[in-house]
């Protein structure tokens, strides 16, 4: 029998699982490990994102490696991000 995925749950897969799991264990985390926040970009970072992607795109232009894609992307969802 699978058991429950709350961490450390002593039921088996309870019915309750979120969000009223009647016991809620608290996770600890380790050393170099943080809880995640959500994103957030300033107007002023936006606009280097922005000049910083066209540069890299004629960069990644100048020496044919279409595998930077995936950089791009991402910084163009930091360019855009909030808007």
Known sequence: MEACPMVA????????????????????LGQWERQSVALWVSEEYRQLYAEFKDYFKGEMVA?????????????????????
């Open 9 to 28: 749950c002593p039921y088996p897969p309870c019915p309750w699982w979120p969000p009223t799991c009647p016991i809620l264990y608290q996770v600890e």
């Open 63 to 83: 020496i044919g490696d279409d595998t930077l894609e995936q950089e791009v992307t991402i910084l163009e969802t930091l360019s855009t991000y909030g808007e």
